[in-house]
């Protein structure tokens, strides 16, 4: 395997890891601690959702032949609370997810070298893509940590409980 072909698949995998993690950390949460604001200038899950979905659907509709912010994105508009159910929440997070990943899945090792334009301004494919990978990633981390604040120590962790860490460490690993 070439490294384009590897670097495709790798950051495929990165991507549907951030989109698992924040699966499991919308699922434990109802609609109120969605729209949980720890203060008036701070972003709800619900918020943060809404700008995730705008985000990937600007930058990856059309991915390599478009300019990456949209001309019909409403960024602004994405910050705003807006009383979005979860369940169009859960539905906004999956159509973002799925466009992201479908269009990740459709390139072609020639494509990473590729110019693409983000708000006029160039960038190689594979700056793009990992620009985007830490974008969401930041983004999955405030889902989580303002998750894990709601819910305390009802919330289930999403990977190694604390205090869990030796026992982990003697079960068998599973590539």
């Not at 989109?19 to 699922?27: H, N, Q, S, T, V």
């Not at 072609?108 to 960038?123: A, D, G, K, V």
């Amino acid at each position: 395997m070439q490294f384009e072909e590897a670097f495709i698949k790798d950051i495929h995998s990165r991507f549907k890891t951030y989109k698992e993690m924040g699966d499991k950390a919308l699922l434990q949460l109802d609609e109120a601690q969605l729209h949980f604001r720890p203060s008036p200038e701070s972003n709800s899950i619900a918020i943060i959702v809404q700008h995730m979905y705008g985000n990937m659907l600007s930058r990856f509709t059309n991915f390599l032949t478009e300019d990456g912010e949209k001309h019909w994105r409403k960024r602004d508009a994405e910050f705003e609370a807006a009383g979005i159910s979860r369940q169009d929440l859960l539905s906004f997070w999956n159509a973002g997810w799925e466009c992201l990943l479908g269009a990740v899945t459709a390139l072609q090792p020639e494509n990473l070298m590729q110019t693409i334009t983000i708000r006029s301004e160039p960038h190689l494919v594979y700056d793009a893509l990992l620009r985007q990978l830490a974008h969401h990633a930041s983004h999955v981390g405030q889902i989580i940590t303002l998750g894990k604040m709601q819910k305390d120590a009802a919330w289930v962790p999403l990977s190694i409980a604390k205090g869990q860490s030796e026992a982990f460490k003697t079960k068998p690993w599973k590539p």
